[in-house]
């Protein structure tokens, strides 16, 4: 084989490699068969790469007030979907559908859908 054309061929492996490993597996976060229902007020919209994240007050199974994140697509993908920067705002109430984190403790869901009842907008799930 000549010397180009190994040099080449290495150049794939590693560039693939490196993107496999970089990406995790949702299921090690998240049951994909569990999901969940919470209802709050939004406290922070992070709109970026890899994975967007919306925070949410919101009760726990106990009643009690929880900073709950939940983990979205990227904002390239969510741009594509027609949700940008300004799609949400503090103070929104929201409706989150999720899956449920691993860990209780931490409060996560990975996002289904999302609903703003004020206005009826909506992503995800059968809405999308």
């Known amino acids: ?38 209802e709050g007020e939004l406290v922070q919209f992070l709109y970026r790469n890899p994975h967007s994240f919306v925070h949410i007050m919101a009760p ?18 969510l741009a594509r979907q027609g949700v940008g920067r300004e ?9 989150v559908v999720g899956d449920l ?6 409060h996560r869901l990975r996002m289904r859908s999302i609903v703003r009842p004020s206005d009826g907008w909506k992503w995800g799930g059968e809405f999308n």
Request: net charge neutral; aromatic share 10%; proline share 1%.
């Open 1 to 38: 084989m000549n010397r180009k054309l190994f040099g080449l061929l290495m150049a794939v492996v590693l560039l693939a490699g490196a993107r496999s490993y970089a990406h995790h597996s949702f299921a090690a976060t998240y049951f994909e068969d569990k999901s969940m229902t919470i």
């Open 87 to 95: 799609t949400l705002k503090v103070g929104d109430h929201v409706v």
């Open 101 to 106: 984190g691993r860990n209780p403790a931490d």
């Open 60 to 77: 726990d199974d106990k009643g009690e007030m929880q900073r709950w994140s939940i983990e979205w697509g990227g904002g390239g993908q």
